[in-house]
T-cell receptor, first 115, second 114 residues
Framework: AQKVTQAQTEISVVEKEDVTLDCVYE???????LFWYKQPPSGELVFLIR??????QNEISGRYSWNFQKSTSSFNFTITASQVVDSAVYFC????????????FGTGTRLQVFP | NAGVTQTPKFRVLKTGQSMTLLCAQD?????MYWYRQDPGMGLRLIHY???????AKGEVPDGYNVSRLKKQNFLLGLESAAPSQTSVYFC?????????????FGQGTRLTVV
């Protein structure tokens, strides 16, 4: 069975702090994709990143970085120098690549960044 | 580009009433999905479609029906609404198979069943 766990329900930080959102996944497949989505207070879901199971290189995009470690089945997301606009719910998600199956979401982590 | 558009954005239903949520995408995507979002439970897949004329059940299909008569539209129906169906509903579409590309989401429909 596939599962995505985001153990952190809510995180509060002060602006300019670094924050890491954890994502642990379970799958028996060797080929799969992992995603992060952001849901700001306005409610829409915004795609942030997609990573396939064969690419363990870390990725950096501005203040965002992702650490994919197959050995620990984790795909963690770090925001450096957080800003108030980063306040949102962040979802990690998993899908198998060969199956027309569902995109499985974690329960989300609510990040609040205070000025 | 409009992307994925959901209609309506808000709705209040009485128990037992029926309604249809419309999802339209203008990106020529093959795959379309309906999710519901409930507090503390993330997004759960209701039904999905891998192409025009096809539909399949997701995690929580009971009480819902769907149709994909046209490639660009994916309809979600509630035949007899129940308070347990109070939720925020999201439609999504993607170009290729799962993992091939990211899914694009609509703005959501907030449904309250009283």
């Amino acid at each position: 069975a596939q599962k995505v766990t985001q153990a952190q329900t809510e995180i509060s930080v002060v602006e300019k702090e670094d924050v890491t959102l954890d994502c642990v996944y379970e799958t028996r497949d060797t080929t799969y994709y992992l995603f992060w989505y952001k849901q700001p207070p306005s409610g829409e879901l915004v795609f942030l990143i997609r990573r396939n199971s064969f690419d363990e290189q870390n990725e950096i995009s501005g203040r965002y970085s992702w650490n994919f470690q197959k050995s620990t089945s984790s795909f963690n997301f770090t925001i450096t120098a957080s800003q108030v606009v980063d306040s949102a719910v962040y979802f990690c998600a998993l899908i198998r690549s060969y199956n027309t199956d569902k995109l499985i979401f974690g329960t989300g982590t609510r990040l609040q960044v205070f000025p | 580009n409009a992307g994925v558009t959901q209609t309506p954005k808000f709705r209040v239903l009485k128990t037992g009433q029926s309604m249809t949520l419309l999802c339209a995408q203008d990106m020529n995507h093959e795959y379309m999905y309906w999710y519901r979002q409930d507090p503390g439970m993330g997004l759960r897949l209701i039904h999905y479609s891998v192409g025009e004329g096809t539909t399949a059940k997701g995690e929580v299909p009971d009480g819902y029906n769907v149709s994909r008569l046209k490639k660009q539209n994916f309809l979600l129906g509630l035949e007899s609404a129940a308070p347990s169906q109070t939720s925020v509903y999201f439609c999504a579409s993607s170009y290729s198979g799962p993992g091939g590309t990211e899914a694009f989401f609509g703005q959501g429909t907030r449904l309250t069943v009283v």
